[in-house]
């Protein structure tokens, strides 16, 4: 085969070499892509015609050209159809081709795909609506393509009846007559000849036209059902795929033929039926399988394949094809199948075994497959392989055919006869022995009086002894009196542990060594002596003892004859136990009585703040007899997790060693759920009396969505328990509180205004913000207390109330809801109490405050004196505004962890009231005596001559 992908360019995908190398079109083919863009049909044919077919391509000389065109659209070719049809014609190609889609529906590009094919086109044309429908034609496409052998019409050649038979291609001689199979009668559709001399009857199936070059003949074997015989023959090349016919003769003639079924191939050129095999499994005169050879079949990694095709009922009479038999992977070319024969009973279970050839395997020197029969069939994977090129150095073809009929060698075993290139080679059966094992114990149970963990030795003998038997019975013919044969074994203690709890006392946990046994028959018995570690943690599961034994192989003795084999069929490994004592009483049935209790370790409530834990005491005790697998379990919310588990004291019964009762109690962990711990105790066994503290740590996620409390479940099991169960667990219901992390602190507020004169309004305005320090949404109320009257004539007028958010996101759910309601001096209510004559409490609750978030809230009024107090006349008046601001939670959920300080705010505003002072009459007094003063001043300055010029007197004195 060749495959060649065309769209723009012609894309060669594999050539005949590349194919004669692997045989795997999946593999050749599992990297190609769909081509798209045009379609060049008339070059990719070009290109076929003239350089695929070639011998440097691998195209075989002489081989018939096929080409098969598979399109599904028209042709947008440049080069010219007259070049594509003269290469096809000049280079000897036959033309197919299938045009898919509805292209083709068009009669022009019909015509035009018509026009490429080879002559007749109404045979080398088909025209499909899709992909899918290329499955259907595939066997015409087969029997048109696939010109083998004497393919020519009858109109064209010359008829041959008997001329060229080849009469005794195949012979079968049975008690009642001679068969011989003529492949190449009527014109190779073959048949086979019933008897000899001028008396014989002629077995074939010329009348159905499907016959042609069948080779009806080519093997030929007899089968018995019902006390009826059938003659089996096969045709390997009916149909191209091969088929096997069941004759029958019909009871109102003798020797009249029909054909009772027919089995058929699968696979073009497998040459299915080329070699067949009757088989009589049980020997009961009766056959039971039919083996059908198909040497030629290439299938994944193998070459040549068997079909097993069982009887299904003697009535009926027909086979049913259910399995097949191949060889080793990796031989293409084996021609496994190529020889099939019955060879007898070759390993003694009383069912015929079979021998199959596959002479082209390993560069074919030949290989032969041994098969063991079985009830109503044969196994799928061989026995045995021998390579022809270890029983002889050069040999070819070695399988080529294959006899087990006679023992040639007389000693009493069926040989087998292979035949090879040149050669023939005897194989000789060996005797199959079986080996039968049995362990006993003595005593049955391994005491436990010595068992103490205090004790000095390692190891403390239990006066255990293993008593081993080996029996080896002759299972096939023979004579093997006087022979011997050296069976080796060993035996490995509690095998299924990384450490044993046994040793033998000569060699440890395992033990080698090996018996001479007498044939044809003999027993031989071993004894040896178990000890047990003197402190133990597992004393209830049995000791588990495994026994694996082997037999030396030697192909001959020192007197030719061949040496016996171990049964391949047996199991060669023995597992056995030993179990402990138990102490139950007379009963001898173990009861316990396990009995829990638990408390809390802790505060009332756990505080969901930090790294909180729950740490719960649980003392497990056992008042009845042993516990065995004793398991504490714990059903627990999603919120907690899993620390730690300590034993924290140990007592059992009276005893005053408290270190032993520890080494004794031990705790592990096995988990059964994401909700669920589990705790072995002291696995396997819980003694009786005793008792075990435990404390066992988890850590509360503080991220978890709880309620308002936790509930969590211990209970104890065991194999064993009582039916009185209600003292077996134990639940505790703990009450969970979040830390309010929620503080109030000022923002800026007004903290000073003054007055001068009555019905002067002053804004005055105090914020207080509230914020989150903790991880998780808090909803908080807050009361807010504004004094309305400090004094008869002053009054803080129409307070009112207004907040805003840190994150605008969280607006809608950020906005408190408040209310207001008003009290009077020395009235109090839950959250604060009046100080003033009159004031207005705020009441606000913020559903969710999320962490690192923070609501404000402002209060803002304008501050008025109805009428100044006569005493701010004679001195400074000085007043104190003060609001408060009080955060409160729900208590039952919520725990303050901080001090008071952080959720309690107070912002005082300080009120002072000013006297106008009168100015003019001051004014009038300095000026009047500023005045008077510059006159007395200018008096003194005259007398004193400051006014007085002298410059006159100075000009006299000169």
């Known amino acids: 085969f060749a495959a060649v992908q065309f769209s723009k360019n012609v894309t060669e995908v594999f050539s005949f070499r590349n194919f004669a190398k692997t045989q795997d079109l999946r593999s050749l083919l599992e990297n190609v892509e769909h081509l798209k863009s045009v379609t060049n049909t008339y070059s990719a044919i070009k290109y076929v015609a003239e350089k695929l077919f ?29 070049q594509a049809i003269s290469a096809t014609k000049s ?46 034609i595939l066997k015409d496409l087969q029997s048109k393509i696939f010109a083998i052998e004497g393919s020519e019409s009858k109109e064209d050649s010359i008829s041959f009846q008997m001329e060229l038979s080849q009469g005794g291609f195949s012979a079968l001689l049975t ?80 020797n009249n033929w029909t054909v009772k079924q027919s089995i058929k191939g699968s696979q073009i050129g497998s040459y299915f039926g080329a070699e067949l095999c ?54 293409l070319f084996a021609r496994f199948g190529a020889a099939i024969a019955s060879i007898s009973d070759i390993n003694g279970d009383t069912y015929i075994d079979v021998a199959i050839g596959s002479p082209l395997e390993d560069n074919q020197q030949g290989a032969v497959y041994i098969f063991l029969g079985q009830n109503k069939g044969i196994k799928s994977k061989y026995s045995q392989r021998i390579e022809g090129q270890k029983v002889s150095s050069g040999i070819k073809f070695f399988g080529q055919s294959i006899d087990g009929t006679f023992d040639l060698s007389q000693d009493g075993l069926t040989d087998i006869t292979i035949g090879a290139l040149g050669e023939v080679v005897m194989l000789r059966s060996r005797p199959v022995l079986n080996v039968s094992t049995t362990i006993r114990f003595h005593p049955e149970l391994i005491s436990l009086k010595n068992l103490d963990c205090d004790s000095q030795s390692e190891h403390a003998n239990f006066g255990s002894n293993l008593t081993l038997c080996l029996q080896v019975r002759n299972v096939t013919a023979g004579n093997l009196m006087g022979q011997t044969v050296t069976v080796n074994y060993w035996l490995n203690l509690d095998w299924t542990r990384a450490k044993s709890r046994a040793v033998f006392s000569q060699s440890g946990r395992s ?37 694996n034994f082997s037999m030396n192989e030697n192909s001959t003795t020192d007197d030719g004859s061949s040496k016996p084999i171990l049964d391949q069929l047996i199991n060669t490994t023995l597992h056995t136990e030993i179990p402990f004592e138990r102490y139950c009483g007379d009963d001898n049935k173990c009861v316990a009585n396990l009995r829990i209790t638990s408390s809390y370790s802790g505060p009332k409530a756990i505080l969901l703040s930090g790294s909180p834990k729950l740490i719960m005491m649980v003392t497990l005790e056992n008042t009845g007899e042993d516990a065995y697998h004793t398991k504490l379990r714990f059903s627990h919310p999603a919120g907690l997790s899993f620390r730690k588990i300590q034993i924290v004291q140990v007592q059992q019964g009276n005893e005053t060693n408290k270190q032993k009762a520890n080494k004794r109690t031990y705790v592990s962990r096995t988990d059964i759920g994401d909700l669920f711990l589990c705790f072995n105790i002291s696995h396997p066994v819980f003694r009786n009396s005793t008792q075990a503290e435990f404390k066992v740590l988890f850590d509360v996620s503080t991220d978890h969505p709880w309620n308002k409390s936790l509930k969590i479940n211990i209970s104890a099991v065991s194999d064993n328990e009582d039916e009185n169960e209600q003292d077996n667990s134990d639940e505790h219901t703990i009450p969970l509180l979040y830390a309010f992390d929620v503080i109030v602190k000022m923002l800026t507020s007004v903290l000073y205004v003054n007055f001068t004169k ?37 009054e803080w007028r129409n307070p009112r109330i207004s907040f805003s958010v840190s994150d605008p996101k969280e607006s809608c759910r950020l906005s408190p809801w408040c209310v207001f309601l008003l009290l009077k001096l020395g009235e109090t209510n839950p959250f604060c109490n009046c100080m003033a004559q009159k004031c207005r409490v705020f009441h606000c609750r913020v559903q969710a405050l999320p ?26 008046l000085q007043l104190e505004l003060k609001s408060f601001a009080v955060l409160s939670c729900d208590l039952e959920k919520y725990n303050k962890t901080m001090t008071e300080v952080f959720y309690n705010k107070m912002i005082t505003t300080e009120v002072e009231v000013i006297q106008e002072f009168n100015f003019l009459p001051y004014i009038i007094g300095a000026s009047v005596g500023g005045i008077f003063l510059l006159v007395i001043i200018t008096v003194v300055l005259y007398k004193v001559g400051f006014f007085k010029r002298n410059y006159k007197d100075m000009l006299e004195d000169k």
Not at 105 to 112: F, R, S
Not at 533 to 544: G, N, Q, T
């Open 851 to 876: 962490p690192d978030k923070s609501v404000s809230f402002t209060i803002r009024g304008a501050a008025v004196f109805k009428q100044v107090p006569q005493q701010a006349i004679q001195k400074k």
């Open 91 to 136: 280079n000897d190609v036959i033309t197919y081709a299938i045009g898919i889609g509805n292209d083709f529906n068009d009669l022009t590009n019909q015509n035009d795909l018509k026009s490429l094919v080879s002559q007749p086109v109404d045979q080398h044309f088909l025209k499909v609506s899709n992909y899918d429908k290329l499955s259907g």
């Open 175 to 254: 008690p009642d007559t001679m068969l011989f199979g003529a492949v190449g009668a009527y014109d190779w559709a073959g048949g086979v000849q019933v008897g000899g001399g001028q008396t014989y009857s002629f077995l074939n199936v010329t009348s159905s036209e499907d016959m042609k070059d069948a080779y009806l003949g080519y093997s030929v074997k007899s089968a018995t059902y019902n006390k009826i015989t059938h003659y089996i023959v096969g045709a390997p090349r009916h149909q191209h795929i091969g088929a096997v016919f069941v004759f029958s003769e019909k009871s109102s003639s003798r």
């Open 278 to 331: 009757t088989v009589d499994l049980n020997r009961d005169g009766e056959t039971d399988l039919l083996l059908i050879g198909a040497p030629m079949y290439h299938g994944h990694q193998h070459g040549g394949l068997v079909h097993a095709c069982v009887l299904e009922n003697s009535v009926s009479g027909n086979f049913s094809c259910t399995s097949t038999l191949k060889g080793v992977p990796g031989n």
């Open 54 to 82: 070639t011998k440097e391509q691998g195209s075989r000389e002489g081989a018939t050209r096929v080409l098969m065109l598979i399109t599904d659209g028209k042709s947008t070719d440049i080069t010219p159809k007259d």
């Open 511 to 547: 033990l080698t060594n090996h018996s001479t046994i007498h044939l044809p028959e003999g027993v031989q018995c071993s004894q040896y002596t178990i000890n047990l570690h003197s402190c133990m943690e597992d004393y209830a599961s049995p000791i588990k003892i495994s026994l």
């Open 758 to 794: 009555a019905e002067e309004e002053k804004e005055v305005f105090h914020t207080y913000q509230v914020e989150n320090s903790g991880r998780r949404h808090i909803p908080f109320n807050i009361t807010l207390t504004v004094p309305l009257q400090l004094d008869p004539e002053f």
